[in-house]
């Protein structure tokens, strides 16, 4: 079972992001979780006492407006304005305060992302813990009105690697605790497509060996609660996964991510950030939580140069 105990989600106050508030709602409520709703800005007066109040109730409107009607919030709040860069603020702030995930919408803008990478792509690749992103044209999962979450099928793209386990620890935590699926899915290289037809020996091998793995991976109690269907694919990782999460309709994937330069290995970006500019559901990038000491000496040295916070805490019932 994952712990989930602090949930962090930025807003930058449209309401295009405030959707991402409605699933770190959800999210706090059913895992008992405190919230940190953050804000960030290039400047901004914070210092007076009336700016501060006045952000503090345009919090808890925002808030009000994602719970369902009549309802008050079973979680803890505490709202959080950063005068620093988006990227720095919220790598750092989610370091700092053991952040154990992260919910944020991606606008999704294809060009730009393209060439410079979003800011949920950025946060992705240097955050001290997993993110989850969300954005406007997605398979939805969590009731507009009433807050519930309604899992039913979930993809864990699975290399092998450690990061691949730690997104199957979390697909599989998800997976019990919603009675979902769990679409368990491998894809090897599109290389092997030819030598499955032409060198059967050699590539029914490794097809066999690889279905093997995916079966070991599961532990044998997983069958008891949920079901697992293990998938050997050939071809390009992204496609394969976007591919297969439209057909089967998917509606969360789970995906490990090997560092901090995973965007950075091509023009247009990595398998990850192209299945998060393409996916039909929301993403999951699993990331090992990290405390505040080993987020990378960059991050630090620029979010000192123009952070400055005020920290409000509101009340549990808003």
């Not at 008992?32 to 007076?48: G, N, T």
């Not at 009607?69 to 860069?85: K, L, M, S, Y």
């Not at 398979?139 to 009433?146: F, I, P, Q, Y």
Request: charged letters at 20%; aromatic letters at 6%; one cysteine or more.
């Amino acid at each position: 079972m994952i712990r989930i105990k602090r949930i962090l989600c930025p807003l930058d106050l449209s309401p295009d992001s405030e959707a991402a508030l409605r699933y770190a709602i959800a999210l706090a409520t059913a895992y008992e979780a405190k919230l940190f709703v953050c804000h960030c800005i290039e400047s901004s007066p914070l210092a007076d006492g009336g700016g501060r109040e006045q952000i503090r109730k345009l919090f808890e409107e925002i808030i009000t407006a994602q719970l369902p009607p009549g309802d008050q919030a079973p979680f803890a709040c505490e709202a959080i304005v950063i005068e620093a860069d988006p990227v720095v603020a919220i790598a750092q702030t989610a370091a700092e305060r053991h952040i154990d995930l992260i919910v944020m919408r991606s606008r999704r803008r294809p060009l730009a992302a393209a060439l410079l990478g979003s800011t949920a792509e950025a946060v992705c690749r240097t955050a001290p813990c997993p993110v989850l992103v969300t954005h406007a044209e997605e398979r939805d999962w969590v009731g507009a009105t009433s807050g519930e979450i309604s899992l039913k099928r979930v993809l864990v793209a699975y290399d092998f690697s450690n990061n691949a386990e730690l997104a199957l620890s979390y697909g599989l935590s998800l997976s019990q605790e919603y009675q979902a699926e769990l679409h368990l899915l491998h894809v090897l290289p599109p290389a092997y497509a030819p030598a499955m037809a032409y060198l059967p020996s050699s590539s029914e091998s490794l097809f066999h060996q690889t279905v093997q793995r995916l079966n070991q991976a599961v532990p044998p109690e997983a069958l008891l609660w949920c079901e697992v269907k293990q998938v050997v694919s050939e071809g390009y990782p992204y496609r394969e996964i976007l591919t297969y999460a439209e057909e089967h309709e998917i509606d969360l994937i789970c995906m490990g991510t090997h560092g901090a330069g995973f965007g950075m290995r091509a023009l247009f970006g990595s398998n990850v950030d192209r299945v998060l500019r393409q996916a039909p559901c929301p993403v999951l990038i699993a990331r090992p939580l990290k405390p505040a000491d080993v987020v990378p000496i960059d991050v630090q040295q620029l979010g000192a140069k123009n952070e400055r916070r005020s920290s409000l805490n509101l009340r549990s019932s808003i």
